[in-house]
């Protein structure tokens, strides 16, 4: 079984400042890893996912996020915050041999506040 | 390219009402999931079809039944709508190998 956790159920940052969306996972063997986020009442939009190779993960609109295996986690991160990075954040995990399903496991979300 | 569309994007129903959400994808993606979001609670799947002509169950499939109609459409149906099936209702959609899913935009269900 896969499952996600995302301890954080609020994350406030203040704009210009770094932030940081924690991700821990438990899965078989080596996972797919991935990122969403969610704006109020639009679905879930794709940031980045981890497959192989570099641990760190640059995707869409400045994120990145860093694969640490030993600590099995996969921590969402930007350098700068900007006010419209406010949002729902979903970490979620795949199991590389989940066959035909290729189901997703989500985290319970975390909100980003960044303040002005 | 649309991407994943679903329809209706609102519904009122009354306790024990029946309703079909649809969802469709142009972009010949071979598996599909109907998931519901609940504050606090993350996605949960409710089902999925790998496949045109196959569905399978997810963690929340009880009072819900689904159709793989062709390989664009995957309906999801309620048969006697509940208080508890209140929630938001996304339809995905993904292409063979480790990619990642594409959401539809959601069906917010309010059930009385």
């Known amino acids: 079984a896969q499952s996600v956790a995302q301890p954080e159920d609020q994350v406030n940052v203040a704009e210009g400042n770094p932030l940081t969306v924690k991700c821990t996972y438990s899965?078989?063997?080596?996972?797919?890893l991935f990122w969403y986020v969610q704006y109020p009442n639009r679905g879930l939009q794709f940031l980045l996912k981890y497959i192989t190779g570099d641990n760190l993960v640059k995707g869409s609109y400045g994120f990145e996020a860093e694969f640490n295996k030993s600590q099995t986690s996969f921590h969402l991160k930007k350098p700068s915050a900007l006010v419209s990075d406010s949002a729902l954040y979903f970490c979620a995990v795949r199991e590389r041999t989940s066959g035909s399903a290729r189901q997703l496991t989500f985290g319970s979300g975390t909100q980003l506040t960044v303040l002005p | 390219n649309a991407g994943v569309t679903q329809t209706p994007k609102f519904q009122v129903l009354k306790t024990g009402q029946s309703m079909t959400l649809q969802c469709a994808q142009d972009m010949n993606h071979n598996s599909m999931y109907w998931y519901r979001q609940d504050p606090g609670m993350g996605l949960r799947l409710i089902y999925y079809?790998?496949?045109?002509?196959?569905?399978d169950k997810g963690e929340v499939p009880n009072g819900y039944n689904v159709s793989r109609l062709n390989k664009r459409e995957f309906s999801l149906r309620l048969e006697s709508a509940a208080p508890s099936q209140t929630s938001v209702y996304f339809c995905a959609s993904i292409m063979d190998g480790p990619s990642e899913q594409f959401f539809g935009p959601g069906t917010r269900l309010t059930v009385l």
């Open positions: 079809s790998a496949s045109e002509g196959t569905t």
């Open positions: 899965v078989s063997g080596n996972p797919y």
